[in-house]
Structures are given as C-alpha cells and as structure tokens.
C-alpha cells in the first residue's frame, strides 16, 4: 500500500477505534459506580440504653400518673420520686451496675449521633415542614405546629437530628409520619436541654448532653434519655418506639418451602420392605447385588433449581449482564467493521 492509503486507512479506522473506547468507557462507568442512591443512613445503635424509657444523671422525678412502657434508671445519682403513682412496666435501676453500663452505651450513642455526616442544615423552626431520612442540623430546635416525617415506604428509614444546644416544642405540637412509620429510628441528639410542651404528641429517642422536661400530658413514643442532669415528668405517657420491618417476608429468607429440600417423604428410600433381605429363614449369604438400595439416582432430593433465594442489600450480577453484553455487541460489530473496511483498503492497493 502506498503512503497515501495508509493514512486513508488509519483516518477511516481510528474514529471507529476512538468511538468503540468511549462507548465502553462510559458502560464500565454506569456498572462500577452505579447510579443509584447513596446507602441508606444506619440507625444509631443505643445498646443496653434501649432497654430504657427514661435514664437520667441526677434523678427522675414525677408528678401525676405518669406511664414508663420500659426501664427507669438513674447512675450516677439514685432518686426518683413520684413513682407511684408514675407506673413503671420495666425494671428501675438507681445507682446500680446497670443503670451504670446503660448510661456508658447512651453516652457512646450520643457521639455516633452527633458524629454523623454529610448533613443538612435546617432553621430553627421545624413546624409546617416534611422531611425525608437523613442527618440534619440545626442550632436551636423550635418546633410549632407538626413537623411531618416522610419514609418514603421505607418502614426502616433512619432520622436523625443534630441540635447544637436546646430542643423546645410549643402546646399541642406533633410529630408525624407518612408512608410507614418506625419511631425507634428517629434519634434527637440535642446539645444541652429538651423541652417537650403541654400536650406535645412526639417521636424519637432523646438523647441530651444535659435534662429532659416533659409537660404536663406531653406524650412520647420513643425515649428520655439524659446525660448529666434530671428528667422531669408531669402525667405523662412513654411507650416503647416500634420498629417496623421490611413489609411481608424477609426477602433474605425462602419466603415458602426451601425447594432443596424435599416437599414430601424422600422416594429414594424403599417404600416398603428392602426387598434386598431374604424373605424367608436365610440361606446364607444373598447373591447378587442387593437390590433394597434405590436403583439409580435418588429421588428424594429435587433436582437443583435455578432460582436462588433471593438477595437482599445489592444485586447478584445479573443487573450487569445486559450492559456487558452490550459492549460485546459493539465491539463485535465495529471489529468486523474495521476487518471489511480493511480488506477493502488492501484489495483496492
């Protein structure tokens, strides 16, 4: 071939080669860093302080007939006046080992929950907002009026607040969900106090640095849980948050019958008498092979399914396949491509 075919050639082959490159670039792109969502915020874990409706520093202390659903514990102090008439349907734990171990596990949640990031920043006023599962901050937390959480049909999304000093609801305010609904994974970590209004229906788990005071009728679905200082109560209602999990059967289980295992009795073993043993006095030693084993393979166990149980938190690689075989296709094609375009380059020569 001359010189001048030769850079026909390579002009007519290299966009063709450049084109095959890019394509497959941006395929691995699409497979490897994915184009979904980022992970989905962890919940915080409370360790023994989960067992809990109200831990305090200093003391508990009650008017009214309140109701605590689950423990009360107090370290290092050990007072809680007003119970009765407050109920307590848990255990209560003043100043001992473990009122001790749960405060130890609400300080080590409380730093998970004000160590976590990215977040985003909020006003102070919360009321006549919706919010979607995330970390959010903010520098003092009013809320007026309902503050509505939207899980979007994730019964297991996680909330949590950062508030950098206090926590203070107006009268009758409200915490709401739409589209599933989890308390026990809405966290408040507040920097200093809480306030919970008169009337105040909330949610969550309260974690403060210092008290918690709930107002009179104030209820909450979740926990009072402070650090250093004293959790005051006036006839109110505490139940323990509930946690949602996926809707139906897990998907990491068989959601019936495993298939690997056999639906019935196994029919690979004989059905009635081996027939491999003599069925009179014995004559000595039976000749042949004995035919009370199963002949041939056995039945008992199904045949090997293709479908796998199901896999949660991520695809199996099937996602991927119909991207890699693309690729194939295109370089399949622009390699025999780039074969004619080349014979005819040569034959022409």
């Known amino acids: 071939m001359t010189r001048t075919k030769v850079r026909r050639l390579r002009r007519a082959v290299l966009p063709a080669l ?12 699409l497979i490897f860093s994915g184009t979904g969502a980022s992970a989905a915020e962890a919940p915080v874990n409370l360790g023994t302080a989960a067992n809990f409706s109200v831990l305090a520093g200093s003391t508990v202390t ?5 109701f605590l659903a ?5 370290h290092p102090g050990n007072t809680a006046p007003g119970f009765p008439p407050g109920v307590v349907a848990g255990e209560i734990h003043l100043g001992d080992a473990v009122a001790l171990q749960a405060k130890n596990d609400l300080t080590t949640a409380y730093n998970d929950a004000a160590g976590r990031t990215p977040f985003t920043i909020l006003p102070a006023e919360l009321g006549g907002t919706t919010l979607t599962p995330g970390v959010y901050r903010i520098g003092a937390a009013q809320l007026t009026g309902t503050l509505t959480l939207n899980t979007q049909g994730d019964p297991a999304a996680v909330f949590i607040f950062q508030i950098e000093s206090t926590l203070i609801t107006a009268s009758d305010s409200s915490v709401v969900f739409i589209n599933g609904a989890s308390p ?15 009337g105040t229906q909330f949610v969550g788990n309260i974690l403060a640095q210092a008290s918690i005071t709930m107002n009179t009728g104030a209820t909450l679905q979740g926990r009072a849980l402070a650090q250093t200082g004293a959790v005051t109560l006036d006839t109110n209602t505490i139940t323990q948050p509930v946690c949602l999990g996926p809707t139906g059967s897990p998907t990491g289980q068989p959601t019936g019958t495993p298939t690997g295992q056999p639906t019935g009795t196994p029919t690979g073993q004989p059905t009635g008498t081996p027939t491999g043993q003599p069925t009179g006095s014995p004559t000595g030693t039976p000749t042949g092979t004995p035919t009370g084993q199963p002949t041939g393979s056995p039945t008992g166990y199904p045949t090997p399914s293709r479908t796998a149980l199901p896999v949660t938190g991520g695809n199996d690689g099937t996602a991927s396949l119909p991207l ?26």
Do not use: F, H, K, M
Request: include cysteine; charge should be positive; aromatic fraction near 4%.
């Open 18 to 29: 450049a084109a095959v490159t890019a394509t497959g670039a941006a395929v691995a792109v």
């Open 62 to 66: 009650n008017t009214g007939p309140s």
């Open 70 to 74: 689950q423990s009360l514990g107090v």
């Open 184 to 198: 026990c994974n809405v966290y408040w970590q507040v920097g200093s106090s809480a306030t919970l209004g008169t």
């Open 324 to 349: 890699l075989t693309g690729i194939g296709g295109i370089a399949l094609t622009t390699g025999v491509a780039l074969l004619v375009l080349y014979r005819r380059r040569t034959s022409e020569s």
